[in-house]
């Protein structure tokens, strides 16, 4: 399991977390690269768009560490 597996979902978190994707690490939350829950919506919606996935409200979490939404993209899109 890699967040290299998503590419673009990285970037896009980086960017909203204004740090490098080399930086993103799988044991990280959105809450320890202070991000917030508009930016949790703004997340969802990039993978519904990217990927074609409704990400249903409550699935993903701030309190989640990467690696958890790594392991969820997985088994829905794979």
């Known amino acids: 399991m890699s967040l290299?597996?998503?590419?673009?979902l990285l970037e896009f978190i980086a960017d909203k977390a204004e740090i490098t994707s080399a930086e993103l690490q799988l044991d990280q939350t959105l809450e320890t690269i202070n991000l917030d829950s508009l930016t949790l919506i703004e997340i969802s919606l990039y993978i519904e768009r990217e990927y074609g996935l409704n990400v249903p409200e409550g699935d993903l979490r701030l309190d989640q560490e990467?690696?958890?939404?790594v392991r969820?993209?997985?088994?829905?899109i794979g």
């Open 4 to 8: 290299t597996t998503y590419p673009g």
């Open 66 to 69: 990467l690696g958890e939404w």
């Open 72 to 76: 969820y993209l997985d088994e829905r």
